[in-house]
């Protein structure tokens, strides 16, 4: 399973950006998908997560409010919005999956195939 996390890029604060993360080598369907950031002397930490149909999401209290994670089974993508962005905001986002669970999963220990990362930088 490869996963492709794309989208990031220099944004202003305040403004929004889109993450996707597309699969090849199996479907989404049926594997709950989360997002997780690293930033620059931290350690990963979660960000979102969604369950396999799309039905249930949880967010960190950090980025509640502002992000936004979506799929489409479909199209085989995870989606993650970012509005009101903040300096801090600032980090590698890495989508990450696992092959089964009727559940959304928030602790990276649970996800068995990481994206390579896609860097967001926001600019005060």
């Known amino acids: 399973v490869q996963l492709q996390a794309s989208g990031g890029g220099l944004v202003q604060a305040g403004g929004s950006l889109e993450l996707s993360c597309a699969t090849s080598g199996r479907t989404f369907s049926g594997c709950p998908v989360g997002w997780f950031r690293q930033a620059p002397g931290k350690e990963r930490e979660f960000v979102a997560a969604i369950d396999w149909r799309g039905v249930s999401t949880s967010y960190s209290d950090s980025v509640k409010g502002r992000f936004t994670i979506s799929r489409d089974n479909a199209k085989n993508t995870v989606y993650l919005q970012m509005s009101s962005v903040k300096p801090e905001d600032t980090a590698v986002y890495f989508c990450?999956?696992?092959?089964?669970?009727?559940?959304?999963?928030?602790?990276?220990?649970?996800?068995?195939?990481w994206g390579q990362g896609t860097l967001v930088t926001v600019s005060s």
């Open positions: 990450a999956l696992r092959l089964s669970g009727n559940y959304y999963y928030t602790r990276a220990i649970d996800y068995e195939y």
